[in-house]
């Protein structure tokens, strides 16, 4: 019996889930995702400095890593209030989402 097929169908669901965990940490947790660890600190010192984004930024160090939106909204979905700011960079639009003034989604 081969188990190949088995350990990279294992592998997939294992690792696809950690693509969506910073999103879901800087929803749960808020700031104290960054404020708790002092790596993160760091990260987002080093992140503001090469005009990047990282989960759990708040809204001040997104604008200094990336200035002002072009179009920004806000959005009620299941009775809770995101922000949504629109930034067009290199021919392509990137949707930032917001909640508690933190950093939660990039699309």
Not at 73 to 97: D, G, P, Q
């Amino acid at each position: 019996m081969n188990r190949i097929p088995f350990v990279v169908f294992a592998s997939a669901i294992l690792f696809s889930g950690c693509a969506i965990l910073p999103s879901y940490r800087a929803e749960m947790e808020g700031r104290k995702m960054i404020t708790d660890y002092p790596m993160n600190k760091a990260a987002i010192a080093r992140a503001i400095k090469e005009h990047r984004l990282v989960h759990g930024m708040t809204m001040e160090e997104v604008v200094a890593s990336w200035g002002n939106p072009e179009i920004e909204h806000e959005l009620i979905i299941n009775n809770r209030v995101y922000y949504s700011w629109a930034y067009k960079k290199n021919y392509r639009t990137r949707v930032l989402y917001f909640h508690r003034g933190i950093l939660v989604d990039i699309k």
